[in-house]
Structures are given as structure tokens and as C-alpha cells.
């Protein structure tokens, strides 16, 4: 279409070319009928079959969806129908329930926590890149009536607030984000703090009140600033937290140039990360940093994530909206549901649905400080999952921002890990691989999780729309995102390769294992509990309490890979367990021995003085035995005896060869080296295998499965008894040598061997 006088576009001729592109892009598309796939006519195709396709809801885009969803319905007959574009009429509006700025505001409060601040309750400072009738940073700057903003700008115009009053100004920023079209220009100047105001972008000079120089930093030499410079003071502000809810790439690295942000509008004021001066960042709009800027400034101890960690719940809502629209279409094709029902139904389990969705942003948001905090430990592991990657093609180590060889050596010098940025990439990568080794396998068809597929959809449509769900076509795709997520948001990225490697199994065996251990540890609920509890004075405490079910996962997922038989259905295994585990749970602490007994309620007091309820701190602390509780359950079912009897009696030979110690010193082996260290870990399987082969002679030689028995066993062979205690002694007060534990297996199936007549 011709222009108008002035040149400009009109609003008709975008259309006119989104209409275009949208046909042009569905005349490629795949499509499905009846279950069965089909090609687009008079087409050629090499690839595979890809029905699944979607439009994204974005900025300049999200006001299209209804048209787009109008093409995809009427004149193609898409098979998903207006699930095409998320957002629409009829679909979840991002900007009406905030779900960005939501996301995005839970990533902010675990770098609060971390900081010890409690921006719900006490005021904190801020600056931000947008303003008030966007999506992203309009719901954010009215989510919390404690914050202080001190400056944001937009392209037009730059805000500043030296010293705002919170309820004043919080009451202003929601007159504005509820005002269609605002813009900085329209804040009640009246309202303003002294020294502040509203200035065009493109000024040329622009005084700095005493006032502006203090809240935003600026030098004492400084008298003016152009429009540009006043936008880089605001970036450098000293302030509790940069919220960027607005469009263009501000901050790079210090050794990049402007062309790596690849935004040339903004090359005037974008600054290097080494001068930003906010505690934390939040990133709700895209490529707000370039990815080294961004490693750049958790280097200088800043705290910050990724955009796509960020702002996921945009992407994830969408998702949502999707898969129900897919799901409920079947009944309205069956006449049970109109659309205008089905569309009542959706905004009826908005809250519900929303909330699954920050979940998911509060989860991966942590799961990024769990990586950091234990990395300097695991950097070799770190490392070589990075390498891992790389060489097959999965990632450009350059171009995706990851540390080379040189860097991850630096560090490991230096005693440093991956960097929060870093640990996000890695996060992502680990989640993807996972969720596409599960697509190839047969883990979605496992019926033990047919659970998780209920649990994604809202209560009230999982009640009453069972058998849709159970035919969902997207079903193992929603198994499979949902097993990803509960993985690596409790387990280190590289778990899955290091236990697959390290015990020459297939990865699918390793997540079934988990899965088994997942559910039968009662994981779920606890890691529910221990969010409600967490706050910023007991944040250390729920960090070690999340590390201490990681690292049971990591244990009970090896164990029943190498003692048990995970080929079996998920159900199977959990049903072979959970009772058992539950019962010992109840009576951990009259089970374990004296020493045992004492390690247990210092545990269990560590995690009570820190704000952690009695019944959850219980759950934790029976975690720190859990390779005994399951070997425990094993014997008993195998041998068929009392369950708490053989416990006792685990206990009784545990502390009587004087083993206690020396276990928990071998459980976390101070190695880097992954061979020795999968030695020393070989050595501990050993132990416990000796252990459980010393009890397992007890209930076969003496009819009674009691301490007393136990005694009568250990006193038939003094001698071998004597032969363990030497080892244990020697080594109960330094570190303990691969050939002294070699010795000491040794000694251990000694003492399983017939009493001499």
C-alpha cells in the first residue's frame, strides 16, 4: 500500500502486512485432523512432523492475536484453533494480570533475601528503563508499595524522583499505568520531590539539583547534564535494585564494544557493566545486557539472572493458555461447552494458573542460587558439562557467554564458581537435553505420571475434564516440562550426565530413579513447606535445608540405581519404599545409635532455631540417614523381619564396629579429581553393601532379629571385630586413604563369613 502525504505507515497497511505474514507462515505449517498429521498441499517436505505451532503474544504484536487467531481458525482451519496466538479476546491478557512483571518481581525478591532485605515490609530504592503504561514495568512498579523510584526513563522522556514519598508515589504511578497511553510527562509535577522533574531524551542540558546529585551519585564537579548523560546517571544510581521493564540493550561488558549489543539506538547512553552501582536486577524486558555484561556484574558481586530466567512468565502463561485451549476444545466440539463457556471457564482459573506460573519464576530463581553457592566445589563438574556441551554442538561456549578453559581454571585458583548469569545458561541447557531425552524414551507413557499431567491444569477443569486431559496430544510434552523442572530445580545441572556416566546407565534410568526416590522422600510437600517458611532472616537456613534434599536425591537416586531395580514402573518402586520410609521416619531417632542419636538432634536444633517448623525440620534431619533407612527397608522386606527390629539392629552393628564417623567422612570426599572421587564413592557402595552383608548374616545365622543377637554375632568373631575397630580408630581423626578403605572392606566381609566351629 502507498504511504500517506507525510510518509508515514498507517495503522492499515501494518495490518495489511501482518495478515500477510501470518498466512505466509501457516501455508508451511503442518497441520492435524483427527489425530493424524497431515502436509501442506502441493508441498515437498524433509523434515519431520511439526503440527505444533504458536505465535508469540509480544510487544507491537499482542493487539494482533485476534487477527492472527482469525486466519489460523477461518481460512486454514488450524487444528489448535485460537490457541494460535496466546493473549487475545478470548485468551489470558499478559498486561491485565501482570504475569511478567509478576515473574520477574519473585526473581527480584530471592536477590532481596540474599541481600537481607524485606522490600515487602520496608522501603527500598530503585531505578528502571520504561515507564508506566508498559506491560512489564508498570505491574512491577505497582506490585510493592515500599518502592522508591529515584529515576527511569523511556525514549522519550527521563523521570526523576530524588526523594519520594512511597504512598504518594506509589498512588501516582497506578494513576498512570491505569491511564491509557500515559507517559512520563503525565506525573503530577506537583508531586515530585524537590530537585527532581520530567526531561525530554534528547535534551541538551539538563541542571543537577543538589538533590539529583545525591540520589543518583552524580560527581560533585557535574553541573549539567544532556539528556544521554542524565539516562547513564540513572543506570550508575547507587539504589537497592535496577528494574528494566523496557525495550534496548543498555549494559555490556567493559571489553565489548557497542556493535556486541547489536542496538544501535542506544549506543549514546549505554553504559559498561563494571559502573552500575544497584545491588540487584531485575530483568523483565529482553536483552536489557548483553550476556558477558551481565557476568561482568555478578563479578563485581552484583546479583542478576538472565532475561529469559526473568521474564518467563510471559512465555509460560502462554503455555498455559495453549495447552487448555487444546484441551478444551475437545468438548466443545463435542457441544458439552460453548466457547464463550470455555473462555468464562479459562478466566475463572486465572489465579489458579498464575499462580503455577510464578511458581515456576520463584523456583528457577533459586535453583540459580543453589547452583552458585555449592559451584566453587563442583567447577570441575561445572567445567566439564560446559565442554560437553560445546563439543557437540550444543552451545558456543563465545557466543553463549560460558567461561573457556583459561577462565574456569582462573577460578578454580581462586576458589570461585560459575556466576549466577553463567549458572542460568547452564540451568536452561540442562532442562532442555533432559526434556528431549524424555520425549525419545518411554518415561511419559510411565501411569505414575499421570499425576504430574492432572496437576498442571487448573483443579476444577482436571475434576471435570479427566478423560480429555488423559488424551491430551501434548501430553508427554507436558509430562516431560513438568519432570525437567522438579529435576533441575532441586538437582545441579550436571547431575544427570554425572550419575549416568559415572554408573554406565541410560539417563532414562536416572531420572526414573529419581522420580522414585522424588516421591517417596515426600520432596513435594516439604520444598512447598520450606518456601512458606522462608523469609530474608532464615534464608541461610532454608539454602542449607534445600541443599540437604538435593544431596539426599543425589544419594537415594544412586543407591537405587545400584541396589535396586528402577526398570520397573515409577509406582512400583515408590510403593516398595514409601512405607517403609514413612514408618522409620517416625522412629528415626529411637533407631540410631548413641553417636547417631546426637548428630541427628544437632541437625534437627540447626534447623528449628532457624524458623523451621518441628514437623518439617524432623523430615529434613531423617534425611541425613537415608542410605541406612533404605538398606534398612531392603533387608527387612528381603529377609521378611520387623522393619523397626532390624533398624535397631543396623544401628547396634554400626556403632559397635565404630563406622558412624568414618561413613560421613567418606559421603562428601574432599577430591576434585571425578575419578577419585568416583573411587571413593565406589569404596563407600562398598561399605554399605558389607554393612547390610554383616546384618543380613546376623538374621540368617540367629532366629532373633535383635541387639542382643547382634551382640552374640560381633562376640563369635572377635578377632574380625577387632581387625575393624583397629582401621576405624586410626582413621577417626584424619583424612582416610583409598588403600586404608580398601583394607577396610576387606575386613568387613571377613567378619560375614560362618562362625568357625
Known amino acids: 500500500k502507498s504511504r500517506g502525504a507525510a510518509g508515514k505507515v498507517s495503522l492499515d497497511d501494518v495490518v495489511h502486512c501482518y495478515r500477510l505474514f501470518i498466512r505466509s507462515l501457516l501455508e508451511i505449517t503442518d497441520n492435524r485432523r483427527d489425530g493424524v498429521v497431515s502436509h501442506p498441499p502441493r508441498s515437498v517436505t524433509y523434515d519431520n512432523q511439526d503440527p505444533y505451532f504458536v505465535v508469540a503474544a509480544d510487544k507491537g504484536t499482542a493487539a494482533f492475536s485476534d487477527i492472527a487467531n482469525e486466519i489460523a481458525e477461518k481460512e486454514f482451519d488450524l487444528w489448535i484453533g485460537d490457541a494460535f496466538a496466546s493473549g487475545g479476546s478470548q485468551g489470558y491478557s499478559h498486561k491485565k494480570f501482570g504475569i511478567t512483571a509478576r515473574g520477574a518481581w519473585e526473581a527480584a525478591l530471592v536477590h532481596f533475601r540474599e541481600l537481607g532485605l524485606d522490600p515487602e515490609r520496608e522501603p527500598f530504592t530503585v531505578v ?182 526473568d521474564n518467563s512468565g510471559g512465555v509460560d502463561l502462554s503455555d498455559h493458555e495453549v495447552n487448555l485451549k487444546i484441551l478444551l476444545s475437545a468438548p466443545v466440539r463435542r457441544g458439552e461447552l460453548t466457547v464463550e463457556e470455555r473462555t468464562k471457564l479459562l478466566l475463572e482459573c486465572v489465579d489458579e494458573v498464575c499462580e503455577s506460573v510464578i511458581a515456576r519464576n520463584r523456583a528457577q530463581s533459586t535453583a540459580i542460587s543453589l547452583i552458585v553457592e555449592k559451584s566453587s566445589s563442583r567447577l570441575t563438574y561445572h567445567g566439564g558439562y560446559i565442554r560437553k556441551l560445546h563439543r557437540e554442538g550444543a552451545i558456543d561456549r563465545r557466543s553463549d557467554g560460558l567461561p573457556d578453559d583459561e577462565t574456569l581454571a582462573r577460578r578454580a585458583t581462586e576458589g570461585k564458581g560459575l556466576y549466577r548469569p553463567e549458572a542460568a545458561l547452564l540451568l536452561a541447557y540442562a532442562k532442555m537435553r533432559a526434556y528431549n531425552i524424555m520425549l525419545r524414551s518411554s518415561i511419559a507413557d510411565d501411569p505414575y505420571l499421570d499425576g504430574l499431567l492432572f496437576r498442571y491444569f487448573p483443579s476444577r477443569i482436571a475434576d471435570k475434564f479427566s478423560r480429555d486431559i488423559a488424551q491430551h496430544p501434548l501430553r508427554a510434552e507436558i509430562i516431560c516440562t513438568q519432570v525437567a523442572n522438579i529435576l533441575f530445580e532441586r538437582l545441579d545441572p550436571t547431575f544427570l550426565f554425572r550419575l549416568s556416566e559415572e554408573l554406565g546407565v541410560s539417563k532414562e534410568r536416572v531420572i526414573r530413579a529419581f522420580l522414585a526416590a522424588y516421591e517417596f522422600l515426600r520432596c513435594a510437600p516439604l520444598v512447598a513447606a520450606l518456601e512458606r517458611s522462608e523469609h530474608p532472616g532464615n534464608v541461610r537456613v532454608v539454602r542449607v535445608a534445600y541443599h540437604r534434599i538435593a544431596s539426599t536425591l543425589f544419594r537415594a537416586t544412586r543407591w537405587l540405581l545400584q541396589h535396586h531395580d ?39 536444633q540447626r534447623f528449628v532455631s532457624g524458623e523451621i517448623s518441628p514437623e518439617v525440620a524432623a523430615h529434613l534431619t531423617s534425611f541425613v540417614f537415608v542410605v541406612p533407612l533404605m538398606e534398612v527397608i531392603d533387608i527387612a522386606e528381603v529377609e521378611n523381619r520387623g522393619l523397626l527390629d532390624v533398624a535397631k539392629l543396623y544401628a547396634y552393628l554400626s556403632s559397635e564396629l565404630e563406622i558412624g564417623k568414618l561413613l560421613t567422612k567418606v559421603e562428601q570426599p574432599d577430591l576434585t579429581d571425578p575419578q577419585d572421587v568416583t573411587a571413593w564413592r565406589e569404596l563407600f557402595s562398598q561399605m554399605r553393601d558389607v554393612t547390610g552383608g554383616i546384618l543380613r548374616a546376623v538374621v540368617v545365622e540367629r532366629e532373633s532379629v535383635t541387639v542382643d543377637a547382634g551382640a552374640a554375632f560381633l562376640a563369635d568373631r572377635v578377632d574380625a571385630v577387632a581387625r575393624v575397630r583397629a582401621i576405624t580408630k586410626e582413621y577417626d581423626k584424619r583424612p582416610l586413604s583409598l588403600g586404608a578403605l580398601y583394607t577396610l572392606c576387606q575386613r568387613f566381609e571377613a567378619l560375614q563369613r560362618p562362625k568357625q566351629p
Open 128 to 309: 528502571g528503563i520504561g515507564d508506566m503504561s508498559g506491560d512489564v514495568f508498570g505491574n512491577g512498579l505497582i506490585i510493592s508499595k515500599h518502592a522508591k523510584l529515584l529515576g527511569a526513563f523511556d525514549h522519550r522522556q527521563i523521570f526523576v524522583d530524588p526523594n519520594p514519598d512511597c504512598a504518594i508515589s506509589f498512588e501516582e504511578r497506578k494513576r498512570l499505568f491505569e491511564l491509557p497511553r500515559s507517559s512520563w510527562s503525565d506525573y503530577n509535577k506537583a508531586l515530585i520531590s524537590q530537585g527532581g522533574g520530567v526531561f525530554p531524551r534528547d535534551s541538551k542540558s539538563i541542571p543537577v539539583t543538589p538533590e539529583m546529585r545525591v540520589a543518583l551519585g552524580i560527581a560533585a564537579t557535574i553541573e549539567s547534564l544532556t539528556g544521554q548523560e542524565l539516562i547513564q546517571a540513572i543506570l550508575r544510581a547507587p539504589v537497592d535494585l535496577l528494574w528494566n521493564g523496557g525495550i534496548g540493550t543498555y549494559v555490556k561488558a567493559p571489553f565489548e564494544d557497542h556493535s556486541h549489543a547489536a542496538d544501535r539506538a542506544n549506543d549514546d547512553v549505554r553504559i559498561d557493566a563494571t559502573e552500575l552501582r544497584a545491588r540487584a536486577v531485575a530483568e523483565g524486558g529482553n536483552l536489557g545486557f548483553t550476556q558477558l555484561g551481565r557476568t561482568s556484574y555478578a563479578e563485581e558481586g552484583g546479583h542478576i539472572n538472565t532475561d529469559a530466567i
Open 566 to 604: 528402577t526398570e520397573k514402573n515409577i509406582g512400583a518402586v515408590v510403593d516398595y519404599f514409601a512405607p517403609g520410609f514413612q514408618t522409620l521416619q517416625a522412629h528415626v531417632r529411637e533407631t540410631l545409635s548413641p553417636a547417631d542419636r546426637q548428630r541427628h538432634d544437632t541437625i534437627y
